[in-house]
């Protein structure tokens, strides 16, 4: 078994320390809040978080941004918020398609 000298720790330490520091910052930066059910832009439009209305919901709707495959994703029309693919409102617009 080898045995770290001090250089290498510290070069360790330091590669490690700086990792964790850009995965907190990046975790941050695409966090979003998830858009609740008594937000009274929801409310409005009667947005929940998993559709009744077959072949509707925010993963084909026009105004869903963000990548495909996530569950949470932001809308155009609920800014700062992340609304659940599954989800549905009284404002659904299919994707062209
Ligand atoms: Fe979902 Fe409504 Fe946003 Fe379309 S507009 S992605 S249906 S919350």
């Not at 001090?6 to 320390?17: N, P």
Request: hydrophobic share 35%.
């Amino acid at each position: 078994m080898s045995t770290l000298n001090r250089r290498e720790f510290l070069a360790f330490t330091g590669t490690s320390l700086i990792g964790l520091t850009l995965g907190g910052i990046t975790d941050k930066a695409s966090a979003q809040e998830k858009l609740e059910l008594d937000n009274p832009g929801a409310k409005a439009l009667q947005y929940v978080h998993k559709s009744a209305v077959e072949g509707a919901m925010c993963s084909n709707c026009s105004y869903i941004q963000g990548e495909d495959g996530q569950q949470w994703l932001p809308c155009a029309l609920f800014p700062g918020k992340a609304v659940n693919s599954q989800g549905w409102c009284a404002a659904f617009n299919k994707k062209a398609g």
